[in-house]
Nanobody
Framework: QVQLVESGGGLVQAGGSLRLSCAVS????????MNWYRQAPGKQRELVAA???????DYADPVKGRFTITRDIAKNAVYLQMNNLKPEDTAVYYC??????????WGQGTQVTVSS
């Protein structure tokens, strides 16, 4: 069974930085993409960043130029470096692993709060 555990959330002032980590346990065979999503109160979960098995990345427009997703294959981990944080970045951030037909797996989420 695949398990994902996020860490690194917290409270930061606007303009600050945080680095989220996601550790993946279990088989990574067939893993297609790793993703970071976020969900703010009263809003739908939205894709923030994604990285494919080949290393290609994609970002939501609101975070382009501020967030960077990276992956350490040897450690089965994915990271989200968040710079120049804004109050509107406040949300619960979730790590997701997409295995294609095998399905997707999610972590429990980590809270990020940005104060103005």
């Amino acid at each position: 069974q695949v398990q994902l555990v996020e860490s690194g959330g917290g409270l930061v002032q606007a303009g600050g930085s945080l680095r989220l980590s996601c550790a993946v346990s279990g088989s990574t065979s067939g893993l297609k993409t790793m993703n970071w999503y976020r969900q703010a109160p009263g809003k739908q979960r939205e894709l923030v960043a994604a990285i494919t098995s080949g290393g290609s990345t994609d970002y939501a427009d609101p975070v382009k130029g501020r967030f960077t997703i990276t992956r350490d294959i040897a450690k089965n981990a994915v990271y989200l470096q968040m710079n120049n944080l804004k109050p509107e970045d406040t949300a619960v951030y979730y790590c997701g692993a997409n295995y294609g037909l095998r399905g997707s797996f999610w972590g429990q989420g980590t809270q990020v709060t940005v104060s103005s």
